[in-house]
């Protein structure tokens, strides 16, 4: 089954994207096909590269990414709620003029028709957040 | 788009709007999913009926009025606005405490007709096995 | 096919928990994860609620989630069912779409 998967909360200060990613990490592994993780509200916080959590502690951002690199994921984050949050990418840093870029590996931004699309594209649309 | 290719989409909002950024977002959400051509339903369940309370003055708060944004969705072909009575009534509430939302029936000379549906609870969980998509706000 | 929904906060913090189970149709399947596993204790104020709701929708709750907070599965009323994350996801599949009660 091919389904979508959508991040509403940043990593760490809600369970949302823990558990979107345990859900995700089942769902490969049962062979399921994820059609795309959509990050949206502070969701999109979970793209950010700056992220330095405890070495103690769980890498969201760090597990995201080597899931998407390991599975050939499709991680969007919300250009609309990145841009208020301060997630950007090197093209968007320059169309705005900002200083740098902060976008993890494996994360893209883009727009709220992505979600929509992976609405129409997935068999399952399941919703992580607070 | 073919009919097959519609899927039905019910945004629920069950949060008053700026206490949080759920209710603008989500307000986002369905503007941007208009230009695909999906059955749109939106449903106000909750806290979520504050959203459509008419009156919001957001001067004092320092934020954006995005109330009127729902009096333009008619344009955008989303004509279902689900509101839940028992919502409504909890919060001692009643439908003339609602903006009145209205679209235009190309069909029928572009009469104006009411989006605002008002469905008990019984009805908006029938409402919810209908659906194809269920994006939560 | 039903509805999967899920509930991800304590009963005792939002009303998502009684708002769910008033929006869960017969034969629908409701999980309870994160602090909603909260609303799945033997005992709490809750349970009455829950238990009714047995007879007509099948309800699960995440173990990790469970274990997270110090619950032990003889802990969760009588009639709800344990699933891992890979549960989580075959619930998914066995109903037609997912609801999420934040």
Known sequence: MRFGIVVNEGPYTHQASDT????????????????RVFFYHDGVNNGTRYTVPPQDDRNLQKLWSELAEKHGLDLVVCIAAAQRRGILD???AKRQGKDGDNIAPGFRI????????????????????? | MSDENRKKFLYINRKAPYGTIYALESLEVVLIGAAFEQDVSLAFIDDGVYQLMANQETAGVGMKNFSKTYRALGDYEVRKLYVEKESLAERGLTAENLMPIVYE??????AEKPSL??????????LIQTQDVILSF | MGTLHTINKSPFERNSFATCLAHASAGDVILMIEDGVVGARKGSSFAPALAAKLSSCAIYALG?????????????????????YAGFVDLTTEKARVCAWL
């Open chain 1, 20 to 35: 979107a990613y345990r859900f995700a990490v089942a769902a490969l592994e049962k062979g399921h096909e994820i059609f």
């Open chain 1, 90 to 92: 090197a093209n968007e």
């Open chain 1, 110 to 130: 883009s727009g709220l028709g992505q979600l929509i699309e992976a609405g129409i594209q997935a068999d399952r649309l399941v919703t992580f957040g607070d």
């Open chain 2, 105 to 110: 029936d190309e069909d029928e000379d572009y």
């Open chain 2, 117 to 126: 549906i008002f469905v008990d609870r019984s009805e908006m969980a029938a």
């Open chain 3, 64 to 84: 990790p989630d469970l274990a997270a907070r110090g619950m032990k599965p003889e802990d969760v009323l009588e009639g709800v069912k344990l699933v891992d």
